[in-house]
């Protein structure tokens, strides 16, 4: 098996970008709540529809590199899959030009 570190990369990109989702998400989620107690104990006026789009505007950087952290994990995969199903083919062919000459 070569290129260890390449396909544990690949892992550690997936499971980053899950964890981004669901920390990203839990802290859009508590952007929603939090805005009105914050505003309210320090007197400041905050309408809801502001923290409702921070959160949104939030939630869509987190999405943004969910698709990012995720797609590089699987780009790397799928070089791998490239890779493992092109080798034998290549061989195959290497072989049969090898007992034609």
Do not use: C, H
């Not at 529809?49 to 780009?75: D, K, N, P």
């Amino acid at each position: 098996m070569n290129y260890r570190v390449l396909r544990v990369l690949a892992s550690v990109y997936k499971i980053i970008a899950w964890i981004i989702l669901g920390a990203g998400s839990i802290i859009a989620i508590s952007m929603l709540f939090s805005s009105n107690i914050i505003s309210s104990g320090l007197g400041i006026p905050v309408t809801a529809g502001a923290s409702i789009v921070t959160a949104l505007i939030f939630e869509g950087f987190i999405l943004l590199q969910f698709i990012f952290f995720l797609g590089l994990g699987e780009l790397i995969s799928l070089v791998f899959d490239i890779n493992f199903n092109t080798n034998p083919v290549a061989s195959k062919e290497r072989d049969d030009i090898k007992s034609v000459a």
